[in-house]
């Protein structure tokens, strides 16, 4: 059998990673919706309406508007904005955290794909908060390098083009409001009480993302040093085929980008008995965007997990 999938929203970066990746999935049927019908609403119903799963890669009204048009209860959605990431009724796509994670996406019509940055932050918190290392009112602080595909098609065309401003050189911090949207994700799902001090920086590569937490051990509920930090990270994935936990890089050195077109994730435990930072290491298009996407889609429809993905 193969599943009848539909993209809304094809013609944006993960949608279009989406059908890169669907382009070659076995038990996969693509919808591809003419240009001329892809902002018409009646068109638009129809294709939501007779899939069997959806992806919205749509801004957020958009995307809300897309899930009040599907009236067919067995239509499975993934929604890659931020639209639903903390709505009731959704669950969150990251099923590396947990078996019930793993278990609600199964089980679930209604799935919110992580957002890029905080799939980074929550690979790394969720686990510290749940086995009681990490207290939930922690002053927290998050540093994310990003590739400039997070941006969307404005943000590549820019960086791309052959006129564009010096300072598009240099790495960019943004969000400086210190409110990014990310944010509310990031809160719900570790449990913190506390907002993290975020700060995310654009960079002059294509793709890939690190995502940094520095700690104090002192303010831990244990002592705990690197290597005995990295067991217990090591432990809560074991068995994970995505996600992987190291030690700091014997050159001192990590590259945002060293992940690039995967979908794999490396967790690097670095630091001292007093000070540590732990660095998740990925491809925001890969596990941050449509690879995530697809396994969360595969879990869905009950299919092999890692289809398309390794």
Known sequence: ???????DGQEGTTGLQLQKRLSRHKDIELMLISDELRKDINARREFLNSADLVFLCLPDPAAKEAVSLID?????VIDASTAHRTAPNWVY????????????????NRIANPGCHATGFIAIVFPLVKLGILPKDYPLTC????????G???MIASYEAGDRPYQFDSPRPYALSLTHKHLPEMMAVTGIERAPVFSPIVCDFYSGMAVSVPLHTSMFTKKLNPPALQDMLAEYYGG??????HGAPEDGFLAANELRDTCLMRIHVCGNSEQLMLISVFDNLGKGASGAAVQNMNIALGLYEFETLI
Request: net charge positive; aromatic share 8%.
């Open 72 to 76: 067919n209860d067995k239509v499975k």
């Open 1 to 7: 059998m193969r599943y009848r999938v539909y993209i």
């Open 240 to 245: 994970e085929k995505l996600i992987s936990v």
């Open 143 to 150: 540093h994310s390098i990003t590739g400039y595909s997070g």
């Open 93 to 108: 796509g990251f099923p590396e955290l947990s078996l019930e994670h793993r278990k609600a996406v199964a089980s679930s």
């Open 152 to 154: 969307g098609k404005g």
